[in-house]
């Protein structure tokens, strides 16, 4: 996959594009005396780092979802023989446990995988259904089905696909006409409660959610599904936005043809440009851990190999840092953000605990 392919996945996650057609997300080269990025061992000598490769020992292939820490992390397995799929934890040696195992027919069956405590939540796809599985990660509880009526669930790539919060898992799905159903059942099971909203909704950081998924100017407002409060969020002609409850970003082309990426609070305020350039955004999430937003650079090599460079905004200094210079394959859950190096043949998926730095 090509890495201007990438930038449009994020893009398609967010549910947003120019209405006048243009390529948001790519301009012109970086602008002359724009402070080269720190490199990852000069910003952050002491984060926690990680590599998993693509390879189970017995030569099945594996594809992490989940990161519990740099080199621990939960994912599918394939079986030797290419018959099952397999829900496990990669220990950092290597060492594999099996939560679930279904027919590899069902290509993609675990989603939305999240944690709370010793609980892991995942949304199944089985037999052209979807049902809302639990597990504990110590193997004290077994693999068991939370419930089966989950809705016409709406998942956009984001950590906040699927929420635990209060003894309850939280997401979002589709309603009837333009309406979004805000979904939650207890953990432990019974029955489902849905409220409704019309918008086109996904789940941020609980309890808040944001409007404009499908929108081409993207969100204008916040809401707080505890209290009702709504909060509106900065917009501009020709801007795309995204926001958490603690910071906005703004995606646009400036005057120069370049695109521009800008962060502020949700009330306009501390407003600042983070980059311009042939940059985009990778992940679906703005500003993670209320701290570092993640991008990506398209430069000579990226047009030869499909990787980009991966570059970390870090609104603690307003430094960027160069992560990367050769990354694909780029996703981000809970605090550890990772990435594949190498080509389709032979890669290592790379990993780096954010929550460390």
């Not at 809705?151 to 979004?180: C, P």
Request: glycine share 10%; hydrophobic share 40%; net charge positive.
């Amino acid at each position: 996959m090509s890495g201007r392919a990438h930038f449009a996945r994020t893009v398609l996650g967010l549910g947003v594009a120019l209405a006048a057609g243009s390529a948001l997300l790519f301009g012109a080269p970086a602008q002359s005396g724009e402070p080269q990025p720190l490199a990852l061992t000069t910003a952050w000598p002491n984060a926690q780092r990680g590599s998993v490769p693509s390879k189970l020992p017995d030569g099945g292939e594996y594809s992490p979802g989940l990161f519990l820490d740099a080199r621990t992390s939960i994912g599918t397995a394939q079986s030797q023989d290419g018959k099952t799929l397999r829900l496990v934890i990669r220990d950092g040696d290597g060492r594999l446990r099996e939560l679930r195992k279904v027919a590899a027919e069902h290509r993609a069956p675990f989603a939305g995988l999240t944690t709370s405590g010793d609980t892991l939540v995942w949304m199944e796809s089985v037999r052209g259904r979807q049902q809302l599985w639990s597990a504990g990660l110590n193997g004290s509880r077994p693999a068991r089905m939370i419930t089966a009526d989950v809705g016409a669930t709406r998942f956009y790539d984001s950590q906040n696909d699927l929420v635990i919060a209060d003894g309850q898992v939280h997401w979002a799905a589709s309603g009837s006409g333009d309406q979004t159903e805000f979904r939650s059942v207890a953990l432990a099971g019974g029955t489902v409660t849905v409220r409704r909203e019309k918008g086109s909704w996904g789940l941020s950081a609980w309890p808040w959610a944001i409007d404009g998924q499908t929108s081409g100017r993207g969100a204008t407002t916040l809401r707080n599904l505890a209290t009702g409060q709504s909060v509106p969020v900065p917009a501009a002609r020709r801007t795309v936005t995204a926001c958490s409850p603690a910071w906005c970003q703004l995606v646009s082309i400036n005057e120069d043809g370049y695109s521009r990426i800008e962060l502020a609070h949700p009330d306009g305020s501390a407003r600042r440009k983070v980059i311009e350039g042939d940059v985009g955004t990778v992940i679906t999430d703005v500003a993670v851990l209320d701290r570092f937003q993640v991008l990506a650079r398209i430069t000579k090599q990226s047009e030869l190999t499909g990787n980009q460079q991966l570059l970390i905004y870090d609104l603690s200094n307003r430094r960027t840092v160069l992560i990367s210079p050769d990354a694909n394959n780029i996703s981000y859950r809970d605090g550890v953000l990772w990435w594949s190096t190498g080509d389709q043949s032979s890669f290592v998926r790379n990993s780096l605990d954010l929550r460390t730095v």
